[in-house]
């Protein structure tokens, strides 16, 4: 595949950037934010969009899983405070197919850039376990531990 090395529109790039930047964090600033006391379901939302048993081998402290059956439900998500949404990894579209469904019915919503994926790879502290009981679930139970991963 050849790079497409046509001049590229300066300001078409600007809006885009903005609007990256905009809708988009990476997981070095959410853990800042962590760190300096911002807490998932007070100050926002993780909301994981993986498969129940992918998010019950290890998802970001604090997040509610809402995969895709579910997401008409709008679990877990709310209009009054940032939605952060992940899904597997950087090249994983899942969350930019949610966000725009959330989006359309009023939900402020971020995409957490690299997903699960970078997060785990950057070495932060994920929860593991098994998530509760949920209308649609299969019978998950028990409480999730916090481990940091080495």
């Known amino acids: 595949?050849?790079?497409?090395?046509?001049?590229?529109?300066?300001?078409?790039?600007a809006r885009y950037f903005e609007a990256k930047a905009a809708f988009s964090?990476?997981?070095?600033?959410?853990?800042?934010?962590?760190?300096h006391g911002r807490h998932a379901g007070t100050d926002?939302?993780?909301?994981?969009?993986?498969?129940?048993?992918?998010?019950?081998?290890?998802?970001?402290?604090?997040?509610?899983?809402?995969?895709?059956?579910?997401?008409?439900?709008?679990?877990?998500?709310?209009p009054d405070r940032?939605?952060?949404?992940?899904?597997y990894t950087p090249v994983c579209h899942l969350t930019a197919r949610a966000a725009v469904p959330f989006a359309r019915a009023g939900f402020p919503v971020m995409e957490i850039d690299g997903g699960f994926q970078a997060w785990?790879?950057?070495?932060?502290?994920?929860?593991?376990?098994?998530?509760p009981f949920s209308p649609g679930l299969s019978s998950f139970s028990s409480e999730p531990r916090s481990e940091a991963l080495l």
Do not use: C
């Open 44 to 78: 926002f939302n993780l909301i994981d969009l993986r498969r129940p048993e992918d998010f019950v081998h290890g998802h970001l402290p604090g997040a509610v899983n809402l995969p895709e059956e579910r997401w008409s439900s709008h679990e877990g998500l709310t």
């Open 25 to 35: 964090t990476g997981p070095a600033e959410l853990e800042a934010a962590i760190a």
């Open 1 to 13: 595949m050849d790079l497409d090395v046509r001049t590229i529109d300066p300001q078409a790039a």
């Open 120 to 131: 785990e790879e950057y070495g932060f502290t994920i929860d593991r376990g098994k998530i």
């Open 82 to 87: 940032l939605n952060l949404l992940y899904g």
